[in-house]
Every structure is written in structure tokens, then in C-alpha cells.
């Protein structure tokens, strides 16, 4: 670290802070077991990295019951903004929720691959629903490990996972028998014509080089990605290096994608 000693104090504080804010996103998610047809909650993000500032948002992977995957997003907004909880578009950042990606638990290969997704997924970590986030990334190892020399193992639990609380889910059950069925699939229908129109109206606020999908089984809303710009500083230092013919060139997972747009292959 010639000259850059001043990283060292600096990361001792990002994990004192991270250690806060693992604490209350952790409390925040103790109560989401109560969401019908939620099926697992990672943290992502800096914050996985704890690697946090004070202003930083909480990233979560949300991953839903096939075929409820906007149920779920409706019952989670609607949750957190009346306990004043997510990260809205403008407004306060520190400490809210950002629900950015959703995923149903039958549909879990990420389809946009890159070193950035990598490393992005493959920190993620458990808070609800481990065997779910572990399939996740069970199902994404392979493409991972082309651009990582390993990913966390599977056999191992993460100590910030939460314990399943039985009261909670009672109720999560209770509410998952009102919505099985013909009727669950109106509903979900209808959630989903109403939350994908509203994004639709948002679409010209994805700038190039951002992501936002919008599909049965994944919903993700990166509108002003910091992969592209990462990816190009990653791909100078190793030009800088002398290394750019074994890492360089790394290309960006395939940005600036529109609502109901199919996945690249």
C-alpha cells in the first residue's frame, strides 16, 4: 500500500459501520417472514463487502414463490414505506431498503453475466431463507466461477442469517392460503399489470448503461448501474499492469434493457 496507508483506517471504520447496519437490516428482516410466498432474502451490495458509508443503502435479493414474484414486490413495498423502511427513487438513502432485484425461486440463473455480476452475487449474504439463497447461488456457480476463483461453499451456514420465528411464519401460511389457486393468479396478474405499467412510465429515466427488467420471474431495477465505469477502471489497470491479454477486456452483462424485453442468451 506505498503511499495509500490511509486504506487501512478507513476500512477498520467501513466494518464498524457496516457491523450497524447489518444489525438493523437484520431487524427489518426478522419481520418480513410474515410476506406471503417470500421465500428468501439476501444482502448484496457494498454492504456485503462491508464496505459501507454512513449515507449507504441497504441492497437486498429478494427471491418469491413461482408465479407471485409481484405479489411479493407489492406486499414488500407497501410494508416497508409504511413503516417509512425503502429507499425511494429520491429522498433519504441512509439506512433504507432498496429492493432492486427480485427473482422466483424456479426461475434463479441470472441471465446478465459478467466479472461484476459475479462477484456481486457471489457475496451475497443469507438473511432469510438460506437453502433458497443457497440454491441461487448453487444454480450460478458455474458461470461464476469462469470469471472467480471460488465462491462461498454451500455447506457452510452464515452466522447472519436470521432463525425462523414460528409466529411469523404461521401468519405468512395463513396468508398464502387466501391467495393459492385461480384466485392467487388474478391477483398476481393484476399486481403485475399495474407495477409493470408504472415502470413502463419510469423507463425513460434508464439511462444508458443501466438495467431495469420487468418479466414473470425477475424484476430488476439498476437504471443507473455502476458496472459499465467499474468494468472500464478494472479493464486500465490491468492494460497498466501488463496483465490485460490473461484479465482484460472485461465486457459490461448486457445494460440498458427495457420492461418485458427478453433476456440476452
Known amino acids: 500500500l506505498p503511499g495509500r496507508g490511509w486504506l487501512v483506517e478507513e476500512r477498520i471504520a467501513k466494518h464498524a459501520r457496516s457491523q450497524e447496519k447489518w444489525k438493523r437490516l437484520r431487524r427489518i428482516v426478522f419481520w418480513l417472514q410474515a410476506v406471503p410466498f417470500l421465500r428468501g432474502v439476501a444482502g448484496t451490495g457494498s454492504l456485503a463487502c462491508e464496505n459501507v458509508r454512513e449515507s449507504s443503502d441497504l441492497d437486498v435479493l429478494v427471491i418469491a414463490s413461482p408465479n407471485r414474484v409481484w405479489t411479493v414486490r407489492f406486499l414488500l413495498t407497501i410494508l416497508l414505506d409504511l413503516f417509512r423502511l425503502r429507499r425511494r427513487p429520491s429522498g433519504p438513502t441512509k439506512d433504507r431498503v432498496c429492493l432492486n432485484h427480485y427473482l422466483a425461486a424456479d426461475a434463479l440463473e441470472f441471465p446478465y453475466q459478467s466479472l461484476y455480476t459475479a462477484l456481486e452475487y457471489a457475496r451475497l449474504v ?108 478494472f479493464n486500465a489497470r490491468m492494460e497498466a499492469f501488463g496483465l490485460a491479454d490473461l484479465f482484460g477486456g472485461q465486457k459490461d452483462s448486457g445494460l440498458t434493457y427495457s420492461p418485458g424485453k427478453p433476456s440476452p442468451s
Open 126 to 233: 443469507p438473511l432469510l431463507g438460506e437453502e433458497t439463497c443457497r440454491a441461487f447461488r448453487s444454480a450460478n456457480r458455474p458461470w461464476m466461477l469462469e470469471y472467480l476463483v471460488q465462491v462461498f461453499p454451500d455447506a457452510l451456514s452464515h452466522r447472519k442469517t436470521r432463525r425462523e420465528s414460528f409466529v411469523l411464519r404461521l401468519l405468512q401460511a395463513a396468508g398464502e392460503l387466501l391467495l393459492v389457486g385461480p384466485l392467487g393468479a388474478l391477483v398476481e396478474r393484476g399486481l403485475a399489470r399495474l407495477q409493470r405499467a408504472r415502470i413502463a412510465r419510469a423507463e425513460a429515466t434508464t439511462a444508458p448503461g443501466g438495467r431495469v427488467v420487468a418479466t414473470e420471474a425477475h424484476a430488476e431495477f439498476h437504471p443507473h448501474s455502476r458496472e459499465a465505469p467499474l468494468l472500464a477502471a
